[in-house]
């Protein structure tokens, strides 16, 4: 599986390989950071993933079972709070609750 299986778009492609090829299992502070900017990154630029071949890929990978879980669930949530980030402001901006 190849990481062009998984997504396209360049910009969020970049983010998710910087993010792969930098210990991501370490769960170390940066590493975080780059996940979640590879979910800005997928909310930003709407590119196609698909989180199936993003699961397989990943085991190729050898993550464990949990991590890719872990990573798959943060990106469903991740991208659910951005959108509902959106709408809030869009909804605060029509009331004039945002100042």
């Known amino acids: 599986?190849?990481?062009?299986?998984?997504?396209?778009?360049?910009?969020?492609?970049?983010f998710l390989e910087d993010f792969l090829d930098a210990y991501p299992e370490s769960f170390h502070p940066y590493d975080i950071e780059r996940c979640d900017k590879f979910i800005v990154a997928l909310f930003r630029y709407r590119p196609n993933i698909d989180l199936y071949n993003l699961e397989i890929l990943l085991k190729e990978r050898?993550?464990?079972e949990q991590n890719i879980e872990w990573f798959i669930a943060r990106i469903k949530v991740g991208l659910n709070i951005l959108k509902v980030n959106r709408n809030f402001r869009k909804t605060a901006a029509l009331n004039k609750l945002d100042q």
């Open 1 to 14: 599986m190849e990481l062009e299986d998984v997504i396209g778009g360049q910009v969020a492609s970049k």
């Open 62 to 64: 050898f993550w464990e």
